[in-house]
């Protein structure tokens, strides 16, 4: 009997250390303070990532500051000298105004036989009957590929 109340408290014994030793690893494993460390961590990595993508973005900024500023006084520049331009013209203009014609005025050549100007119907036939592709067509005569395509569909119908 001395030796089963002696395996009990041996038992009682052994599950008290494991109870105390698992409880110490469970205590280090969820402690705050190392949840809390890594939170900061994390957080400090965070605000120095910002603050690198701030400086960058600032930078580009202030170049492109510094372009649109160099574009302005070009700008500057070049309305200055389009108003010495037309202070110039105004001026030449005063002058041919004043300035009368003296004797008789130069005949006029005779005058030339109308042009016929082309359609843009024509001009899209023309161009299709000399072997030009459509898409081509369109933009020489500045027309959508839509346009030449139906004036093509319906030129073709009419022969």
Do not use: C, W
């Not at 023309?126 to 030009?132: E, F, K």
């Amino acid at each position: 009997m001395a030796g089963m109340i002696l395996l009990i408290f041996a038992n009682i014994a052994l599950l008290v250390g494991f109870f105390f030793y698992f409880r110490r690893r469970i205590d280090r494993a969820l402690a705050t303070d190392s949840i809390v460390k890594a939170i900061q961590d994390e957080v400090n990595q965070m605000i120095v990532d910002f603050n690198g993508t701030t400086d960058r973005n600032i930078a580009l900024i202030e170049e492109r500051i510094g372009r649109l500023q160099g574009l302005l006084s070009s700008a500057d520049k070049r309305i200055a000298v389009l108003k010495k331009e037309g202070e110039k013209t105004k001026t030449s203009e005063e002058v041919y105004a004043q300035l009368k014609p003296r004797g008789p005025l130069p005949e006029a050549p005779p005058p030339q036989a109308p042009v016929r100007v082309k359609s843009p119907r024509e001009e899209v036939l023309d161009l299709h009957h000399q072997g030009m592709d459509a898409k081509l067509i369109a933009s020489k005569l500045n027309k959508t590929l839509g346009e030449v395509e139906l004036i093509i569909s319906l030129g073709e119908r009419r022969r």
